[in-house]
């Protein structure tokens, strides 16, 4: 897995992605026909074009849509679709200051040490999540949370790690370091985790792997500890880059980024989907297995 995976949120890359006109999108999904079990480029040609866009992501309601791109821009910027009466439009565009996670609420967009919150119609200006996370020494690339306002995420600058930190009778705790099913192999970060916190899911670079890096998944056991690192297999994972997965709030879709092409230092990266069935699947072989 490349370096730039962990440089993405201060440099970027230098391929770029289209975010200037985009064609009339109508209906459901911006348009798009539902994905089955094999994932699929999502709005090919539209959002995912042969240049550099990821991290997509919809709100509660399914009626925005949010995507990291850099065409026009120095830096990466995310914009920001909305559908009013059936037709989607581009509404907002701003720089990208971490990575966006949106609570299951639509209240709060999360990005890495800070977060916007929801005014009207629109975002507030990023705050920060205050000195337990505004570290120096940490390297932030995407944080994401619980109902329970459980924050997992991501550290590249002490070793590839993913940490916790819970909400104790009101109070935020300190992080903690992930269990080791977590924090093994490489370029281990961008963790997704589940709204009640039955699952997470996370990509590295391991020996198990199919190809650079892979998409893994982890499921709360009966006893209420985190069960093994489970590879999400072949009609998830590619023989190159492959991660910053996120299931839409209906549950009905797994969204993630796969490397597509190289060439030289430009990378064409695009948003991928399919069912988010996968997770049932994989839910069910590992509670067999804890039996």
Excluded: C
Aim: net charge negative.
């Amino acid at each position: 897995m490349k370096q730039y995976l962990a440089l993405m949120l201060t440099f970027g890359i230098s391929a770029t992605a289209m975010a200037g006109d985009f064609p009339k999108l109508e209906g459901p999904l911006m348009g798009q026909t539902p994905p089955g079990k094999m994932a699929e480029v999502f709005a090919p040609g539209v959002i995912s074009t042969d240049k550099w866009e990821l991290e997509g992501v919809f709100a509660p309601g399914m009626e925005e849509f949010y995507f990291v791109t850099r065409e026009g821009f120095e830096r990466p910027h995310i914009i920001g679709f909305r559908m009013t009466d059936g037709v989607w439009q581009k509404f907002t565009e701003f720089r990208r200051t971490g990575e966006p996670f949106i609570t299951s609420d639509g209240q709060t967009m999360h990005l890495a040490k800070g977060y916007r919150a929801r005014e009207g119609d629109s975002w507030s200006e990023t705050k920060s999540l205050g000195p337990l996370f505004d570290r120096e020494d940490w390297g932030i690339m995407r944080l994401t949370a619980s109902d329970a306002g459980t924050y997992v995420f991501d550290d590249y600058k002490t070793g590839d790690m993913i940490r916790i930190s819970r909400m104790v009778g009101g109070e935020r705790q300190p992080a903690e370091a992930m269990p080791v099913q977590f924090n093994s192999g490489k370029m281990t970060a961008h963790p997704f985790i589940a709204a009640d916190e039955s699952y997470l899911i996370w990509d590295s670079e391991r020996e198990d792997g199919f190809g650079q890096s892979d998409l893994y998944i982890s499921f709360r056991m009966p006893d209420g500890e985190w069960g093994p690192a489970i590879n999400m297999g072949p009609t998830v994972n590619s023989d190159d880059d492959d991660f910053w997965a996120s299931v839409t709030p209906d549950g009905k879709y797994l969204m993630f980024d796969r490397v597509v092409a190289r060439d030289g230092d430009t990378v064409n990266v695009d948003i991928y989907w399919m069912d988010a069935g996968i997770i049932n699947e994989l839910r069910q072989k590992a509670m067999s297995g804890a039996e």
